[in-house]
Each structure stands twice: as structure tokens, then as C-alpha cells.
């Protein structure tokens, strides 16, 4: 896991960002079903869900991540491995379980939420949303990880692809004016996010917070990233988002992206 070397303090785990976005008015209602995985958590939220993400607490780049889907006969849980995904069938619940715990890391269970897709690839939208000291938190722009089909997360570094926002809207037929009122709504969003995530930890600057809309339309927060969240995927897409990314950054001592 990346060490900060520079002015900005982070909230430590999945668990203890969806808390304090679940205990909000404002944004309770983005957050997906979530729990610290136990045998109890398991169960219940298997029986209000036919589908499961068992992620790591503490995790980057989509390492180490499970969705578990209830069939038939069973359970299917798909599982990432670097730039692949495996496949295990449990014809029991328990027997899922034992295997995950055999891992001895401390995971979180999260209801899956179906993504919405663009040309039938599900995506979500990355915010980078940042503050110069003393300033106010600013969404400095966007990018957008396309996954691909058979995988069952978007990242990059997990064979998905990175676009602009404004590409993912065209290619979503979106005319121009309502391009230019979905990112000012979810800039606004991302920036109330912020602060109430702010009011929890002092001594915070940036934060990479990770949206998706359902195949219903609605809006989730699927993560929150405040530990070192990347933009140089911009840097060749969209130099102007990326300058003004680089520009916040260093006002509290980031040099990298």
C-alpha cells in the first residue's frame, strides 16, 4: 500500500468511509448495503441479494476482489487475479465463507449494484475532487473506467479502458446541454461528499470518489479513494483537467499523479 509523503490526511477503509456517508442526511442514500464480512453478514445480505462484492477493506487497482452471485444449485464467486478473473462454484453458502476466510484479510460485503453500460460494457466515473489550503473543496474533473463484459470490475489496471466524461455522455447520445448539466450536478455532489467526509478527518485535500449510475438510472457511490487517488490517466485525454488537477496538487505537496 502507497505511503503519503505530502500534506493530506485519509480516512482508512471502505467500512469507515460508507459509515460516515450513511450516518449524513446528504448522502445516505448513495451508499450501497455494506457490512464487515462475517458469517452473519454474509448470510443476510445473500438473502436479500442475488448478487455480492467482497472487497478488501483496504485495497487499490481492484486487487483482490470477489462477486459472488446465487444460482440454482449454488454460488458462483469470480474472482480477481492481476489482469484475470477466476471462477470457483460453492454449492454452499458456508462453504464460500471458509473459503474467503482462509484468505485472513479483513474484507467488507457490499450489495452489487448492475451498472449501467455504455455500447453493453458497464462503466462508472471517477470525481477527483480537491482543496488548496485554506480554499474550498473543488471537483477539479473527471474520468471514466469502461470495463470490459467478463470482467467484474472496471479498473484500468484490471483490462478496463479510461475515457473523458464528456466522450462517455456523447456516446450516451446526451445533447449538449444536458452534457453540461450532468457534470455540473455531479460536481456538486462530489463536492458535498467531500465535505461531509472533511468533517470527519481534518487535514484532508483530495479525494478520488468513485460514482455509478444503475441500470435504473440512479446514482451510487461505489468508493472513495483519499489515500494518493490517481489522475495521470488524464494526462493525455484531457491536459486541461490534468493541469488543473497538478496545480491543486502541489499547493500541499503532491508532485506526482
Request: glycine share 6%.
Amino acid at each position: 500500500m502507497f505511503r503519503k509523503r505530502y500534506k493530506s490526511r485519509a480516512i482508512w477503509g471502505k467500512l469507515n468511509v460508507c459509515r460516515y456517508l450513511k450516518s449524513d442526511k446528504r448522502t445516505r442514500a448513495f451508499v450501497p448495503q455494506t457490512a464487515r464480512l462475517t458469517e452473519a453478514s454474509l448470510k443476510r445480505m445473500a438473502a436479500a441479494h442475488r448478487s455480492l462484492y467482497i472487497k478488501p477493506d483496504i485495497g487499490s487497482l481492484g486487487i483482490g476482489i470477489h462477486k459472488m452471485t446465487r444460482t440454482g444449485d449454488g454460488y458462483v464467486l469470480r474472482s480477481t487475479r492481476r489482469r484475470s478473473v477466476r471462477k470457483r462454484t460453492f454449492a454452499n453458502l458456508m462453504k464460500l465463507y471458509r473459503h474467503l476466510q482462509s484468505k485472513r484479510q479483513k474484507r467488507i460485503v457490499q450489495r452489487a449494484i448492475p451498472l449501467d453500460t455504455v455500447e453493453a460494457r458497464p462503466y462508472d466515473i471517477r470525481a477527483m475532487v480537491q482543496r488548496r489550503p485554506g480554499g474550498p473543496w473543488t471537483c477539479t474533473g473527471f474520468f471514466v473506467k469502461v470495463g470490459t463484459a467478463d470482467r467484474i470490475v472496471t479498473n484500468y489496471y484490471q483490462g478496463g479502458q479510461i475515457w473523458t466524461i464528456r466522450k462517455l455522455l456523447k456516446r450516451k447520445r446526451l445533447p449538449e446541454s444536458a452534457i453540461k448539466s450532468k457534470i455540473r450536478d455531479l460536481s456538486r455532489l462530489s463536492e458535498k461528499v467531500s465535505r461531509v467526509l472533511a468533517a470527519k478527518r481534518s487535514g484532508m485535500y483530495e479525494m478520488g470518489i468513485d460514482w455509478a449510475f444503475d441500470n435504473n438510472g440512479k446514482l451510487w457511490i461505489l468508493e472513495v479513494n483519499s489515500n494518493h487517488p490517481q489522475f495521470h490517466p488524464l494526462r493525455k485525454l484531457d491536459r486541461t483537467a490534468y493541469n488543473r488537477m497538478r496545480s491543486f496538487a502541489r499547493s500541499y505537496g503532491r508532485y506526482d499523479a
